[in-house]
């Protein structure tokens, strides 16, 4: 893939009017939104938030250009180039008619539950890339168990083959760690461990913007 189509497919912290994180979108969709007058960006500098326009940021992102022509050290964004100019992909956008509250719930999907579990056999504690991970149901269907939180992890084929239909108690086979349910979409925390995505982190916490203040 070349930088014109990852830049173009990095991800961007969408906050609602209020200023709460409800989504993350690829920039192709951020900039379809500040084209359409619909979202502003706002830039995130030493703690400071300004918000910017589609031409405001568009005239900013020249100017960045100029003064960092080549990818990579003072420039922290990535870049979209068209026959007319150089544009940065913005970090963080905000709805500017829209309010609906952030959604809380996770869904159960094996993508989160691999990130939940951090890419690690919740067997025998080997993390392993995610084409070598399959999912196992701690209960086994055979035994009544569900597609839960609760009762799914990750584990590598090995231990998924050893441990077959039966319980970790029938196959002496202790869990790492008790599943849960998490509280907060854990794709978004691996994403933060990227110094990337640090401008994201003062968005994310919604008491932050919505505790009383006295």
Request: aromatic content about 8%; some cysteine.
């Amino acid at each position: 893939m070349d930088a014109q189509a990852t830049a173009l497919n990095s991800h961007v912290l969408v906050l609602n009017k209020m200023w709460m994180a409800v989504r993350i979108v690829d920039a192709k969709r951020a900039f379809a939104l500040l084209c359409k007058d619909l979202a502003e960006v706002i830039r995130v500098d030493d703690g400071s938030y300004t918000g910017y326009d589609f031409g405001d940021w568009a005239d900013l992102s020249e100017t960045q250009h100029r003064l960092f022509p080549e990818p990579g050290g003072a420039d922290p964004y990535e870049w979209v180039r068209t026959v007319r100019m150089n544009i940065a992909v913005p970090k963080v956008i905000r709805l500017l008619a829209y309010d609906r509250l952030p959604r809380n719930e996770v869904k159960l999907n094996r993508r989160n539950i691999f990130a939940r579990d951090h890419n690690r056999c919740q067997y025998c504690g080997g993390r392993f890339p995610t084409a070598e991970l399959s999912l196992d149901h701690v209960i086994p269907r055979s035994q009544g168990g569900g597609a839960s939180w609760e009762n799914l992890v990750c584990c590598c084929v090995g231990c998924n083959t050893r441990k077959g239909g039966r319980t970790p108690r029938q196959a002496q086979m202790p869990l790492v760690k008790k599943p849960a349910k998490p509280k907060t979409n854990p794709v978004l925390h691996l994403r933060l461990g990227s110094g990337k995505y640090e401008s994201w982190k003062a968005f994310l916490d919604n008491a932050y913007w919505s505790v009383e203040l006295k």
